[in-house]
Structure formats: C-alpha cells, structure tokens
C-alpha cells in the first residue's frame, strides 16, 4: 500500500506556537553571544520575582534550545533549579529535562533539587509523580541513589499505574547505577510482585526490571497462564517483550509446549512484524526437538513471512524479513520454492533489498527441483546483468553459483548448456561482432564492459566445474578482447581458459603475446604469475609457436626487479624446465582438466545454528552470532582495567627506575628497557624518549598546534571525561610555570583565569598523525586532539586536572604520561 | 530491546535532537554514525549498521535521519517499528516532520521521547492518547490537574483498551470503511506475467461515542463454506490468504468462527490486511515498441489496453514510459489523454483521465531526438510504470456484508462504505 493513500482526512493538532515563543522564535536560530547566558540569568530571576510563568516558561524554552544545540549552559544550573518548585507542569518537565542532563557535570548541587524532586512525588497528579521519579533515577549520580531508593521504594505501591510502572523502570536504572547498593532482598520480591498487577504497562515493566536485573531469568508455568490469560491486553510492544521472555522458557513438557503455541498461533497473523518475528522465534524454539511439528511449523510460518516483507511500506523492516526469510533458508532449503517469484527484484527496491533477494533466488534455485523454476530465476536473474555494478556482479555469480549446484543433474537438465548459451556467450559473441565491423556499424552501441568483465571472471568458476565446454568458449577468446579496459580478474581468467585448452583457440599464442607485450607492465603480480603459468602450458602443446616468446616471458618474469612471488615462481619453472621438459609438463599441468565438484565457500556456515538460537535479533542482520559483535561486560572491564594498569607500570616504572622493574607484568614489557640508577625522572623520561620500540617514542606533539576557542569548546562539550587526576599541590603555581614547561612540548594554553578562589587553566595539544602511520590505524575517526583542563583550588591547592580526548586509548597509554611527565618539572612532587 | 539512546539529525547528521535513555553508549557517537554514513557509498548502505560494539539503527524521513543506538543484541525488527511509529506521532502532532517542524517543537519532542519511551522500553505510543496529556499549549493538563482528569488520564495510558479512551463523543456516530485493493504486477519484456499479486486493506475511520462493540461481515470463503454446511444461503466467497489484523480485533474468535469483532481506535486506522496470490488479467495492459536509431532519433509506439469489465473506469491512468537520458525535442501523438515529456524522470507521462474499461484500447506516439554524439555508458532498462485507480471495484470480490454497531448507549450510527482498486508496484519491463 503507498503510503500516500490515505482515506478522509487526519485529526491533527495544529502547529501554532504560543504567542510568546513566537515572538522569541528569531532569536532560537540566531548565533548565541557569550553574554547571551548573563542575559538568560537575569530574565530568568527576573520572571521568578515577578512570578510570570509564561516568561519563565519561554525563558526555559531558549535554554533548553541551546543545550540542544550543544551549548553549554550548565552555568544556570543553580537558577534553573530554583525555579524547579513551579506549580506549572511544563515547567517542571522544562526543568527536570534540564537537570537531568547537566545533573553528571554538578553532582554537589543536586542535593538542592532532591527537595523539589521529593515534593513532586507526593504530588496529587500522578503524571508529575511520575515525571519526578522517572527524572529522580535518571540523575546520573550516586548522590541520589539513598533518597531514589526511598522514594521507589513508596511509590511501587502507588494507586496510579503511571506511577508503578515508571517506578519499577526506575528500579533498573538504580540497579545500573550501582549495582552493589542495590537492596535485591527487599525490590525483587516486591518486583515478581507486581507481575502479578492489573495494570498491563506495569506487569511488563517488571518483567522488563527483572530482564536488567536478573538477566536470564524465566517463567514459572504459573506465570506463563497468567500471562497467556491477559496477553490480549497488552500493547503490541509489551507483547514482543513478553514473547521474548517466553522464548527462554523451557516448557516441562511436550504437550505444554503445544498449549502455548496454540494459544500464540493467532499472533501470527498480526500486522506488526516485531510481534510476529517474535512469535515465530517461539514457535521455532518450542518444537526444536520435534521434527514432525518442526516441519509443519516451517509451513505454518512461510505465508505470514512474505506478506510481511510484501506489505511492509518499510524497506528498512523488509530488509530485517528478508533476513529472516534467508536465514530460515538454511534450515528448511525448500521452503519458499514455490514463492520465488516474490523475490523478483522490483527496480526502486533499494540495493541492500536487490542484494538479500538476489541471494535468496540463488539459494531457491540452488535447492530447486522443479526445472521450469530454475528456468525462470535464472531469466530473472540475467535481467539483473544490466543494472548497477555490484548487482550485476552478484547476479553473475548466483547463476554460475546454481548451474554449479546442478551438476549432478545435468543429465536430466542440462543447465550448464543452458547457462552457457544464454548467458555467457552472447556477450562474448558481442565482442566478436563489433570488432569484425570495427565498431562502425555498431547498431547495439557499445559493449557493456561491466557484464563482459563479470561473465568473464565467473566463466573460470564455471568451466572449473564443467571443464567439456571449455571447447565452446574458446573460441570466442579472442585478441578483440584485450582491447576492452577489463578488470585484472577478468583478464585472469582469460588466461587461464586459453591456457587449459591451447589448442582450440587458434591464436593462443598470439594473443599471449600481444598481452605480454602491451598489457604485461602494468598488471598486478598474480596476472603475471598467471600468464606465466598460461604461457608455459601453451608452450608444452605448441612448443613452435611459443618458442620465440617464452624465454622472453621467463627472462622479463624473473627480473630481480618484479615482485619476489614472481621471481621465485619464473625461476622455479625455468629450472625444472632446465631438468625435465616432460616431467614440468605433468606438474604444471596437474591440475587441468578435473573438474571441480564443490568450493569450499559454499560450505555450510559454522555459524548458521548459533544465529538460530538468536532470531529476531541483530545477529541474523548481520550474519554472525552475537559472541562477536557484542562486548561483553568482562570485555569492557577488562579494557579499562588494562589501561588503567598500563598506566600505572608506566609511571611505576618511570619513578622507580629498576628497583620495580620485576613487578612488571608482560603488558608494558616495552617499559623493561628503562631501566637506570638515576632516580631523577626528568633523565628518565629522556632515556625512554630516546629508545626506538618505546612507548611514546612514535607519540609526537605537533609542535604548533591549532585550535580556536570556538572548537575546543565544542569539543569539550560532545567528549566524556577522559581521565581526572587529583594532586595536593605544596604551594600555589602559577600559570605560567607551567605554561613555560608545557608549550615547549607543543601543549598550549588555551586560556586561564581565577573566580572564586580557583583558578582554571585550560590546555590543548595535538597529536602528529604523519609521524606516526602505525599505531593509530584503527582510530582515524577521532580527531587526535588532547584537552585539559586544571583546576586549582586556591585555598586548598588541591589541583584537579581533567583529560578528555576522542582517543582514550591514545591519551591513556600515551598523552597523560607524557603531559604527567612535563608537569613534574614544575612539580617534582607528582610521582612521589 | 532497549534501544540506548534516539537521535534526530538532519540530512548532513547534525543532531537536532537527542535522548540518551540508558547511558550506555557515550552520545558522542552520533558523529561516528554520520562519518560512516558519509564515506559509505550509497548503493552499500544498509538500514542496520554496527561499529565498535554499536549497532546504529536507522530510517530516513523527509531528509532526517532517525537513529537509535543500541550496544545489545537487540531486536531489530522492534526498534525499527518504534522508529516508524515515532514519525507516525510526531506527523500527528506536526502534520509533517520535518526539520523545521522539529526546532519549532523541540520541547513537544522532548516530552514526547519522554513518554514514548523509559529506558529504552517502549511505553506509550498511541498517538490519540498522547495527545491527552502533552498539547501544544500544555495548558490543557494544568487545569484537570486538581480535578478528576488526570486519574481518567493515566487510567487510558496503561488501560486495558491501550488504543481508546473513554468518554469520546460525537453528535453524528459515523464509520467509514475503505476498501482498498492495489495490485502488483511485474511483466517481463517478452509480455509474460512474471507475478502478480493483490494486497488489499480494510481502511477505517470511525466517529463512534463511547466505547462501541463493531462486527464486520465479508464473504470470505471460508465463513460460506461453514455456513453452507449449516444450511444458510449460499453466496459467492472470496478466498482471503494470510489475513492480518489490527491489534484491536479478537483474533481468537477469528480463528474460531472468522467473525471480525472490535473494539474501534477513535479515528483513523487500517482495520485489516490481507494478500491474494491469485494470477488476475493485468487490469490495463501496456505494450511498448521502441525503435532507437543511434545518434540521430528514437521513437515510440505505445498501446494500452483497458482488460477490466466494461462498467467500470480506470481515473487518473498514468503511463510513464521511460527514454533516454539524453533525448531532446519530444514529439508526441496520441488517440487520447495528454502527453508530457518529463526530463527529471527521464520519462514521458502520458495521463489519460477517464480510462473506459471493456477492451478499449489506445495509442500514443512519440519521437525523440538523440545528440549525434553519446556517452558510451550502457543504460540501465527502467520499465514502463502504470498508476490508475478504478473506484467501484475490486479485483478479489471482496464484499462488506454488514457492520454492526452495538454501544451500550444504543445509539445508531451509520456506514458507509467504499470500494477502490488501485495500481500498486505496476511494471511492465522493457527490453
């Protein structure tokens, strides 16, 4: 159905802007003055005192516009949640959005608005006791995790299903939080509790708190009636989260497991393609031992799946059918054998649509029995030759790839003289025509190089496994070829034909020797090693002809100057040339003529049943089980903790010196050369500068860096905290101590300044990619930037210093040793 | 499930808006996604992308790039559904999403991203009942907030008819059913019938008060053949294949006696899908025969032909025959309809507005230019594309027998019903 058919008329709620953000709409776009937050701060306590909500309202409105735009506003935290207290409920949600998101950057201030916050849940409008709570954990900071858990505690019990269920959804994010203070004893009884509740929004938000919190989790038989019993009230969302659940529940026996799936087969024929891949997962699980049912599951499924994909007015979920389709494909290869006409590519279908179809035909033809649909897939499929490059290039290769599968039928249907008749040689057959005219009368126009190159390189696949019609092709093989701009595989594989059967093709050696003098040069070595290898089985049949070449090939071939593959293989063959003529023949020629009966890529995919146990997941996307995509807990840990203790074996190692080396582990070995008596760091340092296969001898500054305000600050907006760094100062720095030490390492200033007692400096450094080709390989994306802000306390001299990068792994293992190393001039202190 | 976080760009990937619900996957990783979208060349672009542990789900609308981020083996199929629902909202609530529409509305969306989803579940989604509670104005709520409305209200988020509230009133209870069937076809250059195909749907808006009980009759087969058996009149059924419905109708008592009951959304919605396999007659067939002589002209003889019964009109017939990209001077001719030379599709449409069924048939012609000198890159084959609507019709036979109305209040209400068949993927290809 398009989309743009819609009957009668939609009730919508029109786009008019309150007068009072109208009014202000000019400013939203324009460039924001750093006065602009002073200005903000004003009006905004200007408003309070005059208790004008819509001010305050539009007010809030512009800074919430520039946080999302990326500005940082995070200055007004402490006004904006003054305002907090409103009655007005937009305001509210204005203000909880605002602190929900600065609330990382000003932990200590949040203590201020959990009053607000604690107000709002006794609130008699469960939407703002909702909103409170859900903005409440949200609050990324531990600060808060004592008061959320009073307040969820109260508040799983609240009267209103809004309020439960955004408490239980509450209860994960605490968990996530922190993990460790998370009082399972009194919320998971409480949480399996209210599975049990009326309301259906609140029953799947515990079930999804369970999933956070007790991964792996599964039903109770009692759970699975209770659940089956309500299942029509829920939402189609709930009832894909419910399904998922219930494809982890292992039914104690066979004829449960039937119950279930009866009461789930209606669910089939929903028109919500999540619910149904879902259910389906179900089906496919629950009768996984059962082979008889398995079968008529798989009949059972098929309809469902391709009217899906057919009706979807989305290509994106067409793509995640199709998947699916392909994917149960590889279980029950016959399945769609009757439908294959719907895997016919239309032409606005989008290209990852073509490619999955494509494939899909390849595999129904490959599994096919019925000779008039192999006939037809392989038509439609050659109408495919003339569209885009990678289509045509796949289409080719599914047509060599089913007359392949065919092989052992050829008797019966002779598809390999099909394939080859009406594929592969008339295009050959083109290339013929117009050189004989000498492209004058070209009537067709032009030879489409494309398919030519691709009909070519799948003609080697082909003859590998029907090597009888080598004596059919060869004959159009033909020097008019060279003058086309072929691909080196297509160029290949002309060699190769010419060589596998010398005596056909007249002009073999002709045509090998106007390749080997006007192409041979520029072709990349395995078309050299090829052509070699041709010339020489060329040479064993027709030793007349090929004698005044081929010394000439072997000579060029083992050149010192060609590549070392080639120089070894030409003077391997020369010498066993040199020995035995006949004996050279029988190894060079080993391997002609017997022909192939499958590749090895057509092998069944290890992976295929590991992706099985994770339907409807993004494994089947992309073809491999989640083990591999998906980082797992562990793994993200473990990353940290090894950098972290990268870290500290460097600084250890650096500070002291040999004594420590023997606590090294195996991870910074690189560090063992470090070693000296000189406990001064600042020589040490040097001497591990000064050492090749050292950490951070490829790790250079550039020494100028560039970098406007403008950019570090939006950069120090978008990145993470890098890594913060605490030290109890002596006495007071002055900036420009360190300034002195830093800029001769290419660390600039960007700016500094005191207010309220602390003073902030802020530095930024870039790292010279030129110099270092290697080890940032895989990191390109980020721009090696360094930014570093210090804070210095002027009362307590605790400097805190913060990093942030796009590259943790750089500023980690490289930029904070470095940056450490220097500040220790000024401040011997550091690495005591 | 769980999507980490929801980002609105616009088409160069700028974020215009974005919620990070988990915290799981740093924000900043809306860049990464666009640099990757951006040396990516187009055809290898797939809707389900993964770098790094991430997996970047996402559509395109209206030059806007939705994405949703998720670091979990998630369910794909699932997230994409909340991304196309999430345009379906913001349209209701914007009448177009787009990216203006979003700056002027952002803090709309940021409520709206808030109630839709928690944590990266899914929550509430029904448009018609977002709009309970987030309005434009926002002033709607302030004023229920100390009376009754807002227990009414969170009573309908999480109620047990999730698709309607209560208390809806109309002083006229109308129902409006579409029927609406459009046929795919796919012939190949030779003029055989690669595949064809009827996906049809039960389109309705319904302006009912209260919480009305509706029954809906086809002639489906398979209810005639249980029906004959019990000895009531038999009548010609029409044979539904992989029937879909929306959530709101019973379909266990589907199954059981193929009775369609519901309880209706307020407004508008699609009631049911189904498809039909069933080779029909192409309705209006279409043969095309170019003669190209290169470097100097091309023409075309096209003939179409009306295959449906001879009561019916096919409106608004467009044939669109693609040319050359580089033809010049279009001459056209033709028996009826206009014709036009459209060279942003590359293609001639030639509209005809009242198509007469029974066999008629007609003819256009056209003569291009072509430049003396081509560029030697092979042309793809675009086919001939076919748009026509015939009202009155449709292909299955599909009928409306009945729908009841029942509400407790006993009201009567009045249906009315309208039939149209309409080209689908329609495509004759050429050679």
Redesign the interface.
Known sequence: ??AG????N?????????NASQGK?ES??SEIKKSEIGLLKMNLSNAVNERDAEKIKEIL?RI??FM?I?MDVSALFPDVIMVGSSN???IK??VY?YIVHYSKSNPDLLLLVINTIRRDCTD?????R??AL?SLCSL?SETILEYANVEIGKHLTDF????R??AL?GL??LY?LSPKSFDLDTFIPSIYGMIMDQ????I??AI?ALN?IRPGWTFTFDLVQHLMSKF??????SQ??IL?CLSRYKPSNEEEGLEILNLL???L??????VT??TIKIFLKYTDDLEEIQEQVYERIK??L??LM??SE????S???LNHIYLLMSRSPKLFNKYY??F?C???DP??IKTLKVKVLQEIAANQTYIEAID?IV??LS?YL???H?LCKQAMNAITDIAQKHKKNQEKYPIDKHILERIFLPFLKTTIDTSGGDGVG??S??I????LSYSLICLKDFLRVYPKHLNNVLPYITSSLLQYTLPPQANESILWMLGEEPNVQEDTPYIIEEFFKDHFDQQPTFIKIQLLTTSLKVFFERPGEMLPIIRDIITKCSNLSQDPDLHEISLFYSRILLLDVEKASSIINASKNQPINSFLEDETNEYRDKIFD?F???????CKP?LI???SKEEVENEKNQIIENQKNYLLSITNGNNNNNNNNNNNNNNQQSTTNNSDSKSIIKQIESSPSNLIDTFMLEQRPELSPDEFQSLWL???DGHNFDIQLDRFIDNSEIESVMSKEGILCLAFGSVNDQTKLYYYARQNIVDDPLQEQNQT?GTPVFIIEIIIDEKSLLMSILFKS?LLKTLHTKFIPKFLSLLSIPIPKIFN | MAASAIFLMDSKGKVLISRNYRGDVPMSVATKFVSKILEEEDLNLKPIIQEDGISYIYVKHNNLFLLATTERNANAATILLFLYKMIEVFNEYFKELEEESIRDNFVIIYELLDEMMDFGYPQSTEPKILQEYITQEGYKLERGAKGMLPISVTGTITGAVSWRKEGIKYNKNEVFLDVVESINLLVSANGTVLRSEIVGAVKMKSKLSGMPELRLGLNDKILFENSAKTGAPKGKGVELEDVKFHQCVRLSKFENDRTISFIPPDGEFELMSYRLNTTVKPLIWVECISDTHAHSRVEYMVKAKSQFKGKSIANNVEIIVPVPPDADTPKFRCTVGTCKYAPEKDAIIWTIKQFPGGGREFLMRAHFGLPSISDEKPATKPPIMVKFEIPYYTVSGIQVRYLKIIEKSGYQALPWVRYVCLSGDYQFRTS
């Open positions: 159905m398009k058919n819609n009957v009668g939609i009730v919508t709620i029109n786009n008019n802007n309150n709409k939203y776009f409105q919430i516009y999302t990326g007005n409920i937009v949600k204005l959005l008699r409008n469960p939407i703002i909702g909103l859900r990324d209103s299903g809004y309020v269920k955004t959804l994960a994010k996530h309301d259906p929004q609140v799947v938000n999804s956070e029509k009230e829920f939402n189609e969302w894909c989260i998922d087969d209606d669910r024929s929903h028109s919500n393609s999540a891949l879902s309809e469902p391709i009217t057919e009706n989305s290509n994106e979920t793509y995640t059918i006409k719907q016919y239309k032409y606005n290209m990852y037809e038509t439609e109408e003339h569209e885009d990678s070209d009537h126009g032009f489409n190089e494309t398919i994770e409807n997941t993004l494994s089947v996307l992309y989640s995509f998906i980082k978008s990145l993470e994306n796009p």
